[in-house]
């Protein structure tokens, strides 16, 4: 209060610290999140090879496969149209 002679002793509020702990987003659970932190740089590098190689391979069959498709055999005389 405002008003002299009387005087209160108020403690000062203390703030709570915050507790960190980590949680699993949308696309990865926490272990698997944990599990990528723990690899190595190695195993990093052997898996984007392992899955570029596997995109080049795929991509070369679907090209195969559309060009096969493609090919205009009505031009030659042929019956499929």
Partial sequence: MHK???TEEVAKKRSR???KHQRGIVGADLA???A???Q???ARTQ???AAI???KSEKKEKEI???KVGFPFWLFGGVDR
Wanted: aromatic share 0%.
């Fill in 36 to 38: 990528k932190r723990n």
């Fill in 40 to 42: 190595t740089a190695a």
């Fill in 4 to 6: 002299k002679g009387i």
């Fill in 17 to 19: 610290r915050t507790v």
């Fill in 32 to 34: 698997a999140i944990a």
């Fill in 65 to 67: 496969k559309k060009a």
């Fill in 47 to 49: 898996q984007r090879l």
């Fill in 53 to 55: 190689t596997k995109a």
